[in-house]
């Protein structure tokens, strides 16, 4: 569902605005606290994260192409043209909303199972991961397998979330990611690279 609103302007600036209030709401109703400070150690986390997920990224679809060779490939390749409606707007607030889905996942569901609940790491990341995952889920056959790949996301940006204390450093980590992995897309519709 996420995968293919980011098609569209409308919808994803409107989600994003949705996702951001509902967050901030469920915030104040459940009394959780998040960490929002910028500074030099938060860049620092980022670009460390940031290059953590990317080659995550990079070994999971070299060994994925590995494993399943031309049937990867036809999927990736499905997945890449999935987003051709996309240009320079919706990339760039598609960044926006997966900003924004860390409010959600990471800063109310996550932190409400870590705060609210008592519950261990690993099991609140595991939950949060699989949550996020399912709102992944491109309902084309072909690539609906790519939400296990969103659920592997969830549980590196829940790692992010923990690890760093900050849900400043998981959105800016989340937005980058998306923005460069659809300007990566659309880089690879023009010149076929990888494709």
């Not at 509902?22 to 290059?51: C, D, H, K, S, T």
């Not at 953590?52 to 070994?59: K, M, Q």
């Amino acid at each position: 569902m996420l995968f293919s609103v980011k098609n569209h302007l409308l919808p994803t600036l409107l989600l994003w605005v949705a996702f951001t209030a509902g967050a901030l709401l469920a915030r104040a109703i459940l009394g959780l606290e998040w960490v929002m400070v910028p500074g030099r150690e938060a860049a620092g986390q980022v670009l460390f994260w940031l290059l953590v997920v990317a080659s995550s990224d990079a070994l999971l679809h070299l060994l994925l192409w590995g494993i399943g060779r031309a049937g990867y490939l036809a999927r990736y390749r499905a997945l890449v043209f999935h987003f051709q409606p996309q240009g320079v707007p919706e990339i760039l607030a598609s960044g926006l909303l997966a900003a924004s889905e860390e409010w959600v996942f990471r800063g109310v569901l996550l932190a409400w199972l870590l705060q609210g609940l008592g519950w261990p790491a690993p099991a609140g990341i595991a939950v949060a991961a699989l949550a996020f995952g399912l709102s992944h889920v491109i309902r084309e056959r072909q690539l609906a397998p790519f939400a296990i790949w969103a659920v592997w996301e969830g549980i590196l940006l829940g790692t992010v979330y923990v690890q760093s204390g900050s849900l400043l450093v998981v959105m800016v980590v989340h937005g980058l990611h998306d923005t460069l992995g659809y300007l990566l897309f659309a880089f690879q519709r023009r010149t076929g690279w990888l494709v």
